[in-house]
C-alpha cells in the first residue's frame, strides 16, 4: 500500500508513515479479499475477521487482549477507506479502484505507456506503443479528482460511471515513431523559398512542394479509443496523408508581397519627401531573408555595415543652403510682389547611428527613413522700386531701395497733349495696346507695344515702330521708350510703383 493519507484531501506523504503502522497493524486481524468480478463490472470486496487465537476462560486479560485486536482491525479498515479510492472506479479504462491517487496516477500511465497500435495496411506491418508515440495524460490529477468524488470511505461513490481522460501525443517523437515503423509511407515536404530577381527587380515566390505520411491525429484518436475501451492494444489501418511544409506557399507570398513594398518605397526622408531614393537592388543587397520554419515564415534582417556606405554619401545630397525670399514694395514698405518665395536652407544632422537605426527598421518591414535635419530659415529682402520721369531732361529714372539702377531716354507728350504731372502709382499692363484707332480720334497707332499703365491713358511704352529719335515731346502725352527699356520697366515695376512725373 503507497501514498497513504489519514484523511480525505489531506498530503498523502505527511500521513504515510502513520496510515502504514494502522494498516501494518490491522494484517494481524483483518484478511481482505476480492471476489471474482461478475460479467463486464469490476470485483466486490469483501472483509473477514481473522478468528482469534483461542485462549483459556480463565485468563480474564486473554479477552481484553482480543478486544484490543478486534477494535485496531476495526481502526485499519477505517484509515483504510480514507485514503483509497472507491471500488469500481475507472480511469479511461483503467480500474483504480482500491488504490490511493498516487497508486492510481501510476497504472494510469503504465496502461498508456504499453498501449500498442498496430499499424497494417498499404503493405505495412508495423507496432509502436503509447510510450513510443509520447502519448501522455495529467494521470495525477485525474487520480486526485477520482479520489475527491469517488473516496472508499463514501459507499454511495463506489461503482460509479467510469472516468474519461484526454490522450496526448508529442508530435515530434510521434512522428519520428511512425516514420521509423513505416518508413516507405513518408516522403517529405519542401518549404516555399524566396528570392530577388535581379531581372524585375523584385522578389520571388518558389511554391512549397506537400510531402506525404501517417496523420499523427488520426493516430492520436486510436490510442484515445484503445484507452478509452480500456484494451492494451488497437488496430489501425493506415492511409497516407498529405503532409504541409513548414513555410507554406501563403506564407513565402505573403513575405515577398511586403518585401516588394518596402522595395517601392525605401529611402531617406525628410518629412513627405524621399530625399535620397535608394535602388531596390541596392536595398535587397542589405537584406538577408532567413526561413523561420518552426513559426512557419521567414525573418528579415538587415547589415547595417551595408547601410553605411550610403549613409556617408547623404549631407551631399541632403544639404542645401537656403534661397531668400525677395519682395517688391512701395517706399513706405507695403509689399507690392513677391519675386520670390524662398527656401529655406537644410542641414543633415547627426548620423552616427543611422545606419543601426535603419537596419533595426528594415528588419520590422519599414523601408521609410525619417533623417535629422537641421533647418536653415529663409531671409526676406525687400526692394523698395519707384519709378521718376523728368520733363525738363526728358528722361525716366529708376531706382531701387533709393539706389539709380537705370537712366532711359524718353520722349513725353506735345504741348498740346502733354504729360501729366504729378505723384501716381503704376495701375495695369497692356502686353500690346492699340492707341486712338476710335472714330473722331486725332490719331491711330496699333499694337503698341510693353505698356505700363500709370494715369488715366497715359503709360510707359515702346515706341521703336513709331519714332526714330527720342529725347524731346513728341507723343500724345505717353512716356515714349525704346523697346527693350519699355519691357524692362513692364518686367520691373508692380502694380503700386509710384511714379513722380516733373519738370
Given amino acids: 500500500m503507497t501514498d497513504l493519507a489519514t484523511k480525505p484531501n489531506a498530503d498523502e506523504a505527511s500521513n504515510g508513515d502513520a496510515a502504514d503502522g494502522v494498516a501494518e497493524q490491522a494484517t494481524a486481524d483483518l484478511a481482505l479479499t476480492e471476489d471474482a468480478p461478475t460479467g ?15 485462549q483459556p476462560k480463565k485468563h480474564r486479560t486473554a479477552m481484553w487482549i482480543g478486544i484490543g485486536a478486534g477494535a485496531a482491525a476495526a481502526a485499519a479498515i477505517v484509515a483504510a477507506s480514507l485514503i483509497l479510492i472507491a471500488p469500481g472506479t475507472t480511469v479511461a479504462g483503467v480500474p483504480v479502484g482500491w488504490l490511493t491517487p498516487g497508486a492510481a496516477a501510476d497504472a494510469i500511465e503504465q496502461r498508456l505507456a504499453e498501449t500498442t497500435i498496430v499499424l497494417s ?28 468524488a469517488h473516496p472508499m470511505w ?56 506537400l510531402g506525404t505520411g501517417i496523420d499523427v491525429a488520426a493516430v492520436q484518436q486510436a490510442v484515445q479509443n484503445a484507452f478509452d475501451a480500456g484494451g492494451m492494444s488497437v488496430e489501425f489501418d493506415v492511409v497516407p496523408a498529405e503532409i504541409e511544409a513548414a513555410i507554406p506557399t501563403p506564407a513565402a507570398e505573403a513575405t515577398a508581397g511586403q518585401l516588394n513594398s518596402m522595395l517601392d518605397t525605401v529611402g531617406f526622408y525628410i518629412g513627405e519627401e524621399r530625399t535620397v531614393p535608394v535602388d531596390r537592388a541596392v536595398a535587397a543587397s542589405w537584406l538577408t531573408i532567413t526561413p523561420a520554419p518552426a513559426e512557419g515564415a521567414f525573418e528579415i534582417t538587415a547589415d547595417a555595415a551595408a547601410i553605411q556606405p550610403v549613409v556617408d554619401g547623404l549631407a551631399a545630397a541632403v544639404n542645401r ?59 526676406t529682402v525687400s526692394l523698395a522700386r519707384r519709378i521718376e520721369v523728368d520733363l ?27 504729360t501729366p504731372t504729378g505723384n501716381f502709382t503704376v495701375n495695369g499692363y497692356s502686353r500690346q495696346q492699340s492707341m486712338g484707332c476710335f472714330e473722331g480720334a486725332p490719331y491711330c497707332v496699333r499694337d503698341v507695344p510693353w505698356v505700363t499703365w500709370f494715369a488715366p491713358d497715359i503709360g510707359f511704352h515702346g515706341a521703336n515702330s513709331l519714332r526714330s529719335s527720342l529725347g524731346y515731346p513728341q507723343s500724345h502725352g505717353c512716356v515714349n521708350m525704346w523697346d527693350a527699356q519699355a519691357k524692362f520697366v513692364y518686367d520691373w515695376s508692380a502694380m503700386g510703383t509710384e511714379v513722380w512725373v516733373h519738370h
Avoid: C, H, K
Fill in 154 to 209: 463514501n459507499p454511495t461513490a463506489w461503482f460509479a460511471a467510469p472516468i474519461e481522460a484526454e490522450v496526448t501525443l508529442d508530435t515530434e517523437a510521434a512522428t519520428e515513431a511512425l516514420r521509423a515503423a513505416a518508413p516507405d509511407l513518408y516522403t517529405d515536404p519542401v518549404d516555399a523559398t524566396l528570392a530577388f530577381d535581379s531581372a524585375s527587380a523584385t522578389y520571388v515566390v518558389t511554391p512549397a512542394l
Fill in 321 to 379: 543652403a537656403p534661397e531668400n525670399a525677395l519682395v517688391i514694395t512701395n517706399s513706405a514698405g507695403r509689399v507690392l510682389r513677391t519675386e520670390a518665395a524662398g527656401q529655406s536652407g537644410r542641414e543633415l544632422g547627426d548620423t552616427q547611428s543611422v545606419a543601426d537605426d535603419f537596419a533595426t527598421q528594415l528588419s520590422s518591414g519599414d523601408a521609410s527613413f525619417d533623417l535629422p535635419v537641421n533647418e536653415v530659415p529663409v531671409t
Fill in 392 to 418: 525738363g531732361d526728358q528722361r525716366a529714372y529708376l531706382f531701387e531701395n533709393e539706389s539709380l539702377i537705370g537712366s532711359y531716354v524718353i520722349s513725353s507728350g506735345l504741348s498740346d497733349t502733354p
Fill in 121 to 148: 495496411g498499404d503493405g505495412v506491418e508495423a507496432e509502436v506503443t503509447g510510450a513510443d508515440l509520447g502519448a501522455s495524460v495529467d494521470a495525477r490529477a485525474m487520480a486526485d479528482a477520482a479520489f475527491a
Fill in 40 to 54: 463486464d463490472g469490476p470485483a466486490s470486496p469483501t472483509y473477514a475477521w481473522a478468528p482469534p487465537e483461542p
